[in-house]
């Protein structure tokens, strides 16, 4: 009992030292970086150069430079943060488990990033343009830096987070956890289900949901063909061990 304690407290320090590393981390990165946000900014700015942005309260405008800060920290920081977090719950897998993950891991990255790029380059002009062209002359548009920068910053990260998809299956499907015949049977579910996320982490407006719930139909498309080929990997593996043992 006294050694479950001590190890539990063991467990928590070393918790408790990784999370400070994580956070004296971030919060460096965020004030070298707050006198760079104006320059992210002007990459916002250039995806609708038409657009003319005003701020409504004194403070805004240094709200919107702390948020972006407090982003970029948090990309620059996330080989420290990963690795933090690697390191603290590694010990508890197995060879197979860490092998996987790390798999996971390097192109979790890569599809991130594809998915922050086709937003970038793709969805926010369309989308925009589309916003523009609605708009009613009799009215004057006095778009605010904080809810401009807000939404493409909710819609960059949205993109890049469901990119993803397909590497989360790959891992789950790889660690037997999920199966290509619970994806088909649900599949009709799951692509309502993808377009209430969609409306939920995107602006109210049919455009954003769109742009981000079609793509996501067509990652979990793919997101089924690679669990089906993992599954029939896994299943040939388990076969060749079987026989191996007979």
């Known amino acids: 009992m ?31 970086l707050f006198s760079q946000a104006s320059r992210v900014i002007d990459y916002f700015l250039k995806i609708n150069p038409g657009m003319q942005l005003v701020y409504i309260t004194p403070s805004e405008l240094l709200v919107v430079y702390v948020q972006l800060s ?35 891991l390097v192109f979790g990255v890569i599809c991130f990033a594809a998915g922050v790029v086709f937003c970038y380059y793709l ?35 949205s993109f890049g987070a469901v990119f993803e998809m397909p590497v989360l299956v790959f891992l789950l499907t790889k660690l037997g956890i999920l199966k290509p015949s619970f994806l088909k049977a649900n599949r009709g579910i799951i692509i309502v289900g993808i377009f209430v996320f969609a409306a939920v982490i995107t602006p109210p407006d049919v455009v954003s949901q769109l742009m981000l719930g079609l793509p996501m139909v067509a990652l979990f498309q793919l997101s089924l063909g690679i669990c089906t080929l993992v599954d029939r990997s896994n299943s040939r593996k388990k076969a060749a061990q079987a026989d191996a043992i007979s």
Request: aromatic share 10%; glycine share 4%; proline share 2%.
């Open 70 to 104: 407090f982003v970029m920290a948090a990309i620059v920081c996330s080989p420290i943060t990963g690795y933090e977090i690697w390191a603290f719950v590694e010990k508890g897998l197995y060879s197979r488990e860490k092998k996987y993950i790390l798999i996971t």
């Open 2 to 32: 006294n050694n479950s304690v001590s190890e539990l407290y063991g467990h928590l320090d070393e918790l408790r030292k990784r999370l400070t590393v994580i956070a004296v981390a971030n919060i460096g990165a965020m004030m070298l």
């Open 123 to 157: 969805v926010l002009p369309t989308t925009l343009r589309f916003f523009i062209r609605i708009a009613i002359t009799e009215v004057e548009s006095m778009i605010s830096i904080k809810s401009y920068i807000s939404f493409i910053s909710t819609m960059l990260l």
